[in-house]
């Protein structure tokens, strides 16, 4: 049976609300992939279910192509590397001629991706990096910017003083930043682990 299909003028970075717990359920199994070799099909069937959940709400494959990035960003955090470098693999990933499932609109994500994480970019304030990229809702701003904050992390800090310096950037840098914060949260939880939030915020929220 076919999933319904959302819709195709929904250009804003939504999808990355739910892809974190779309990862989750893959990680273990591409964990243990990797350690035998056998990877591609464990891969292939993240993308598959990434593909399915963003497609229910948002059948536009400019929003599959960055909820494909940011899910493998979070993949890799899950699996030990740092934001940074976990985003730089994603983006690899993203650009590998030879992946199942292809979209045109992969190779644009990936470069925009790649412009909010170059190393001139990430030596600016995250405010004047949203104040030129954008604030908004849509794509590619709305899946840049959270990624810049998550890689500007520093890695120097306390794990819970890094998440919510990254997390607070986010949110006073204004605009519409439910799906960026979405974004970069879940990214930084992915890396730093749950002891990273704050209890209070755990509180208020849980």
């Keep these: 049976e076919e999933w319904p299909q959302g819709s195709k003028d929904d250009k804003q970075a939504d999808a990355?609300?739910?892809?974190?717990?779309?990862?989750?359920?893959?990680?273990?199994?591409?964990?243990?992939?990797?350690a035998a070799e056998s990877a591609a099909a464990a891969d292939e069937a993240l993308q598959v279910a990434v593909d399915e959940a963003?497609?229910?709400?948002?059948?536009?494959?400019?929003?599959?192509?960055?909820?494909?990035?940011?899910?493998?960003?979070?993949l890799e955090c899950l699996l030990g590397a740092p934001p940074a470098q976990a985003i730089e693999t994603a983006i690899a990933h993203m650009r590998d001629a030879s992946r199942p499932g292809r979209l045109d609109t992969d190779e644009a994500c990936a470069a925009a991706a790649?412009?909010?994480?170059a190393p001139a970019m990430l030596a600016r304030p995250h405010q004047e990096v949203v104040d030129e990229l954008?604030?908004?809702c849509k794509l590619m701003n709305s899946m840049q910017t959270p990624l810049h904050a998550?890689?500007?992390?520093?890695?120097?800090?306390?794990a819970m003083d890094a998440f919510v310096k990254a997390i607070r950037a986010t949110m006073v840098a204004r605009g519409c930043n439910c799906s960026r914060l979405c974004i970069a949260g879940a990214v930084l939880g992915a890396?730093?682990?749950?002891?990273?939030?704050?209890?209070?915020?755990?509180?208020?929220?849980?």
């Design 54 to 74: 963003t497609r229910t709400t948002q059948d536009d494959d400019l929003v599959v192509s960055s909820a494909r990035l940011v899910a493998r960003v979070i």
């Design 16 to 34: 990355a609300a739910k892809v974190a717990a779309v990862v989750c359920l893959h990680a273990g199994h591409i964990a243990r992939a990797r």
């Design 150 to 158: 998550a890689a500007a992390a520093s890695r120097d800090e306390a």
């Design 191 to 206: 890396s730093l682990g749950a002891s990273a939030v704050p209890d209070g915020w755990s509180a208020r929220t849980l």
């Design 134 to 136: 954008g604030n908004t």
């Design 114 to 117: 790649a412009v909010a994480v």
